[in-house]
């Protein structure tokens, strides 16, 4: 039976040498290239020219009477919000975090390591109420949380009720 086996291993070696080789010899045949080189070149200095401004302004009173400036009354629009406009922002994030919390869950990985936090959304509202934007305006300091939170706004999709264009939505993540 060794007889059998010496020439059957011969021939598979001749075999896969036989293929093999030419790659092998191939490789070898190419050039190496050499290694790429990158060098960091400072942009070129310019001369300062010098300001007739200096740097620092002197801010202090000085002895000379200043004139008399009288204010100018606030303009028309600028007083204060009726007390009806005042509570309809309140009423929108109210309605909006009860219809967020529809769709909001407390991540099992923020359970697990006992994270809590609150999160600030700003939601941008196109003209009939669909969520256009969620960006993260004050995070938790936990990742997991604000993507939560992000994810949750999306899945509300329509604040039909709300009239402002940009709403502030604070979402907070207690265990008890």
């Known amino acids: 039976m060794l007889s059998r086996l010496i020439p059957a291993l011969a021939l598979s070696l001749a075999l896969h040498a036989s293929l093999l080789l030419p790659d092998i010899l191939k490789r070898e045949a190419t050039a190496v290239r050499p290694a790429l080189e990158a060098s960091l070149r400072l942009p070129p200095v310019r001369p300062s020219l010098p300001s007739d401004e200096p740097l620092l ?15 100018l009354p606030p303009p028309p629009a600028a007083r204060a919000p009726s007390p009806a406009s005042r509570t309809t922002p309140r009423r929108e994030v109210e309605a909006a975090q009860r219809k967020l919390s529809q769709h909001l869950y407390y991540p099992p990985e923020a359970v697990a390591r006992g994270l809590e936090g609150e999160v600030r959304l700003i939601l941008t509202l196109s003209d009939d109420g669909r969520i256009v934007d969620v960006g993260v305006a004050a995070s938790s300091g936990h990742p997991v949380l604000d993507k939560a939170a992000e994810r949750a706004a999306w899945a509300m999709g329509r604040v039909s009720w709300a009239q402002s264009r940009e709403l502030i939505l604070p979402v907070i993540f207690r265990l008890d």
Request: aromatic share 0%; hydrophobic share 20%; no cysteine.
């Open 57 to 71: 302004k002197n801010t202090l009173p000085t002895d000379k009477p200043s004139p008399a400036i009288k204010p």
